[in-house]
C-alpha cells in the first residue's frame, strides 16, 4: 500500500556520519611527504649549500696536506745542508739459510755436487716419500729430513722441490729469477747460477756503484744456487728486494696461474704489457690504469692516455733505486719503490705530494690478459678477480 504522507513523515532519517579523520604522521613520515613549492625551494637550497660546504672541506684537506708535505721537504733539505746526511748503504743481517747460500759460493760450491750424487742414487723408498712429501708443507719436509737417511734424501730431491715452488709461487707476483726458473722447469738436470740478494741484475749493481757516495767498503754478496731447494729459499728473500728492473716495470709474467708443471709446460711463455693500478688522493680519490713501455713511455687510462710521460731509473748515492716520472705539472720527485705481501711492488710518490699518489702493481694471467685486450679502458674495472672456488668473475 501508498504510504501516506503523515506516515513518511513519522519515518526516522539515518544519523549523519562524520568524515573520516586522516591518521597523524610521524615526523619521519612528515619528512617523505611530498614538499609544498617553497619548501622544494628551501630543500635544493640546502642541498646546494652542503655539496659547497662539501667540495670546501675537501679543498681544505687537499691544501693543508700539501702544505704539511712542502714543510717537511723543506726541513729535510734544510738538516741535509747543516747537518749532512747519511749516504752509506744499509747492509741488513741475511738469515741463516741466506748464509749458507753465500758460504757455498765463498767455498767453491763444496758439498753441492756429493748432495746431488746421494739424490741420484736414491730409489725405490725414496722415490715413495718424495710422492707423500708432495702432500706436506714445508715445515713438515724440513722435520722429516732429519729422520733417517732415506727421509733426508728424498726431501732433497729436486722435483719434489720443483713442485714445492710452483706451488708457492702460483700465489705470489713472479719477479725476474722466478720467470727464468719456471722457464726451465722443463730442465733435468739444475744449472748454478750465483745471484746477488739486493740487485737483480749486473747493470742495477754497475749503476748503483756508480752513484755511491761514498764508495761503497765492500760490494754486495752473491749466493750460490745449484738446486730447487736453493730457489725457493732465495726467492723467500727475494721477495723484499725493493730495486726493482725494467722487465719487472714493464712485463708481466707468462706463467701467472701456474700451479704445476704441467701447467708451466703448457705455458705458451708469451709476455704481455704489465698492468698497474694507480691510486690518486688529492680532493677526491679515484684510481686509473697505467702501463710503463719499455721505450721509457708511461701511459694511462686518464692524462697520459694520448700524450705519454717520459719515465726512468734514478739511482740514489746510498744506493735505493727510484722511478722517476718526468710530469710538467705537478712537479713529481722521483718515486720510492716498496714491496707488498703478496711480493708485488708499489710505487709511492715523495717530496710536496707525499701519499698522494701509489701505483700498485697487477699479475693477471694470459686469459685475463686476452680480456682485457677486447674491453676499452672507459667501461673497465683493471682486473678480473677470482672467488673463493677459483672461477673467474668480472
Known amino acids: 500500500p501508498t504510504p501516506t504522507p503523515r506516515s513518511v513523515a513519522a519515518m526516522p532519517t539515518p544519523p549523519l556520519r562524520a568524515p573520516p579523520q586522516q591518521p597523524k604522521l610521524s615526523a619521519s613520515e612528515e619528512a617523505c611527504q611530498p614538499l609544498r613549492p617553497a619548501q622544494g625551494r628551501q630543500q635544493t637550497v640546502c642541498e646546494a649549500l652542503g655539496r659547497r660546504m662539501g667540495r670546501a672541506r675537501a679543498a681544505f684537506r687537499l691544501a693543508a696536506?700539501?702544505?704539511?708535505?712542502?714543510?717537511?721537504?723543506?726541513?729535510?733539505?734544510?738538516?741535509?745542508?747543516?747537518?749532512g746526511e747519511s749516504t752509506r748503504r744499509t747492509v741488513e743481517v741475511e738469515p741463516p739459510e741466506i748464509q749458507r747460500l753465500q758460504a757455498a759460493l765463498a767455498s767453491g760450491g763444496a758439498g753441492v755436487e756429493s748432495s746431488r750424487e746421494m739424490t741420484l742414487e736414491a730409489a725405490g723408498r725414496v722415490e715413495i716419500l718424495a710422492e707423500i712429501f708432495l702432500y706436506c708443507s714445508v715445515a713438515s719436509v724440513g722435520r722429516c729430513a732429519s729422520v733417517s737417511n732415506d727421509f733426508r734424501i728424498g726431501a732433497e730431491l729436486d722435483d719434489l722441490w720443483r713442485e714445492i715452488c710452483i706451488r708457492r709461487w702460483s700465489q705470489k707476483q713472479h719477479s725476474v729469477h722466478i720467470r727464468r726458473w719456471l722457464a726451465s722447469a722443463h730442465q733435468a738436470q739444475t744449472q748454478p747460477e750465483e745471484l746477488l740478494t739486493e740487485y737483480a741484475s749486473e747493470e742495477q749493481l754497475t749503476n748503483c756503484q756508480l752513484s755511491a757516495r761514498p764508495p761503497w767498503e765492500k760490494p754486495p754478496q752473491r749466493c750460490l744456487l745449484a738446486s730447487w731447494r736453493d730457489r725457493y729459499i732465495f726467492a723467500e728473500r727475494?721477495?723484499?728486494?725493493?730495486?726493482?728492473?725494467?722487465?719487472?716495470?714493464?712485463w708481466d709474467s707468462a706463467f701467472a696461474g701456474c700451479c704445476s708443471r704441467q701447467d708451466v709446460l703448457s705455458c705458451s711463455g708469451e709476455k704481455s704489457l704489465r698492468h698497474w693500478a694507480v691510486a690518486l688522493?688529492?680532493?677526491?680519490?679515484?684510481?686509473?690504469?697505467?702501463?710503463?713501455?719499455?721505450?721509457?713511455?708511461?701511459?694511462?687510462?686518464?692524462?697520459?692516455?694520448?700524450?705519454?710521460?717520459?719515465?726512468?731509473?734514478?739511482?740514489?748515492?746510498?744506493?735505493?733505486?727510484?722511478?722517476?716520472?718526468?710530469?710538467?705539472?705537478?712537479?713529481?720527485?722521483?718515486?720510492?719503490?716498496?714491496?707488498?705481501?703478496?711480493?708485488?711492488?708499489t710505487l709511492h710518490s715523495t717530496g710536496d705530494l707525499a701519499g698522494m699518489v701509489a701505483i700498485n702493481s697487477r699479475q693477471m694471467t694470459p686469459t685475463e690478459h686476452e680480456l682485457a685486450r677486447r674491453i676499452p679502458p672507459e667501461i673497465v674495472t683493471l682486473y678480473l678477480f677470482r672467488d673463493a672456488s677459483g672461477h673467474e668473475s668480472g
Open 65 to 83: 696536506r700539501l702544505l704539511l708535505n712542502v714543510v717537511v721537504t723543506r726541513l729535510g733539505a734544510l738538516r741535509r745542508h747543516f747537518f
Open 281 to 345: 688522493h688529492f680532493d677526491r680519490s679515484f684510481d686509473l690504469e697505467a702501463f710503463f713501455h719499455a721505450d721509457h713511455k708511461f701511459f694511462d687510462t686518464g692524462r697520459f692516455r694520448d700524450s705519454p710521460a717520459p719515465w726512468h731509473f734514478v739511482y740514489r748515492a746510498d744506493g735505493e733505486v727510484m722511478v722517476q716520472l718526468t710530469v710538467e705539472r705537478p712537479n713529481l720527485s722521483p718515486m720510492r719503490v716498496t714491496r707488498n705481501a703478496d711480493w708485488g711492488w
Open 238 to 250: 727475494d721477495g723484499r728486494r725493493r730495486a726493482i728492473t725494467r722487465e719487472e716495470l714493464c
